[in-house]
């Protein structure tokens, strides 16, 4: 039977995971993909901006034999992104992979929505990532061996709906993949990006969302099924793995097709 865990290339290889925390014991994306690539044999550097809900996932890690750490950082300070690079390089002795799993989100029109808050999107959902990899870089190819990086953005940028800030920026975190793409693969690094659909998680569900809407982004799936954390952490996993070793600036989008659908078609 074909070896799993050889086949994925993971095994003592370093990740960080930004945005790795969830309430509870739910499973967000980032939480997710800590406890897959886990599974996996890395070993996982788990920051949030809240430090318990980072322990929280490296305590879920540890249960199932894995290795990990938590740290507590806010991603949109750049001294703190250079000490948590510089945090995990020291716990785990070198950097290989790295999920920039941080957003937020906005609603309204570029007139509805004032210039702070607008700011401030761009600020967490694309500055941080650009901070993180600034300093995650460098300590890659100091480790010696490339490296993968992935950004998560959102079908809200190849469909905008309404959330015009989000939309702009997580259309500007598909740029900066494919830019970084470029720039970096000559260094053995590999940048992609995934764009979830309408997945549920812990923090969907903190805006205490009614049962009809949420059966509604259900049936936006094409499948008709409720996409979950698991669903991208299994997205991010496969493109910092070796199985995709050949693709870099690329966006895959994990949406059950829900960019697909259309106005229904007239008789």
Known sequence: MPDLEAELGLRDRVAIVTGGGAAGDGIGNGRAAAMLLARAGASVFVV???????????EMILAE???????????????????????????????DLLDN??????????????????RRVMQVNVESMFLVSKYAIPAMVASGGGGAIVNVASISALRPRGLTSYSTSKGAVIALTKAMAVDHGPQGIRVNC???????TPMVGAGAMSP??????????????????????????????????????????????ATLRGPERAN
């Not at 949030?48 to 490296?58: F, I, P, S, Y």
């Open 48 to 58: 949030d901006r809240k430090l318990e809900l980072a322990e929280r996932t490296v």
């Open 65 to 95: 034999g894995g290795q990990a750490a938590a740290f507590a950082a806010d991603v949109t300070d750049e001294a703190a992104c250079r000490i948590l690079v510089e945090a995990a390089v020291a716990r785990f002795g070198r950097l």
């Open 101 to 118: 799993n941080v957003g937020i989100g906005s609603r309204g029109s570029v007139v509805e929505e004032s210039a702070d808050a607008w």
């Open 194 to 200: 995934i764009a979830p659909g309408p997945v549920y």
């Open 212 to 257: 009809e809407a949420r059966e509604n982004r259900r049936s936006a799936s094409l499948l008709g099924i409720e996409g979950t954390g698991w669903d991208v952490g299994n997205a991010v996993r496969f493109l910092l793995s070796e199985q995709a070793r050949y693709i870099t600036g690329q966006v895959l989008v994990v949406d059950g097709g």
